[in-house]
């Protein structure tokens, strides 16, 4: 079956420091890869996606995700971290091929940015 | 910007009342979907569109309907309201293309008593 891991339900990370949030993912060929971020009492919004090309993808707010092939997985990464990214971060996959059309999301992890 | 949004934002009804949450986008999205967002649970896909009239079961569909007669809204409907449909539900559309991202309305937080 196929299935998109989270495996932090949180994730604290003083300002200024890296953070990552962790993302695998168990789908056939090579899917498509996103992530979502839910700012408190909003809906969500779209930050980044993987398509093809270069492994590092450049999102939205600083935020960046790397593709590797060969662990199966799409962390999401920034360098230097703010109060003001503390939300609810999801990981989705989307196969390239076949008759689904829908996302497949992973159960999300809170980040909290301490100042 | 593509804006997606959603009738209301909090609703109060009552055990066996039915139901809508309307949703509209403005971008001529083919694509359009209904989750509801529970903690712990994530996202779980309720229903979706794919074009005008045309519907698609999601993952638990159960207890719900939904309706789509013009390209920009897609509503869902609760035939009869139980307390376990309290929830946050979240509208979403999204042109057509396997890569391309969904775009989200605000939420509805929906209480049933």
């Known amino acids: 079956a196929q299935s998109v891991a989270q495996p932090e339900d949180q994730v604290n990370v003083a300002e200024g420091n890296p953070l990552t949030v962790k993302c695998t993912y168990s789908v056939s060929g090579n899917p498509y890869l996103f992530w979502y971020v839910q700012y408190p009492n909003r809906g969500l919004q779209f930050l980044l996606k993987y398509i093809t090309g270069d492994n590092l993808v450049k999102g939205s707010y600083g935020f960046e995700a790397e593709f590797n092939k060969s662990q199966t997985s799409f962390h999401l990464k920034k360098p230097s971290a703010l109060v003001s990214d503390s939300a609810l971060y999801f990981c989705a996959v989307r196969d390239r091929a076949g008759n689904n059309r829908k996302l497949i999301w992973g159960l999300g992890t809170s980040l909290a940015v301490n100042p | 910007d593509v804006k997606v949004t959603q009738s209301s934002r909090y609703l109060v009804k009552r055990t066996g009342e039915k139901v809508f949450l309307e949703c509209v986008q403005d971008m001529d999205h083919e694509n359009m979907f209904w989750y509801r967002q529970d903690p712990g649970l994530g996202l779980r896909l309720i229903y979706f569109s794919y074009d005008v009239k045309m519907k698609e079961k999601g993952d638990i569909p159960e207890g719900y309907s939904v309706s789509r007669e013009k390209k920009e809204r897609f509503s869902l409907i609760l035939e009869s309201a139980s307390t376990n449909q309290t929830s946050m539900y979240l509208c979403?559309?999204?042109?057509?293309?396997?890569?391309?991202?969904?775009?989200f309305g605000p939420g509805t937080r929906l209480t049933v008593l």
């Open positions: 979403a559309s999204r042109t057509s293309g396997r890569a391309n991202e969904q775009f």
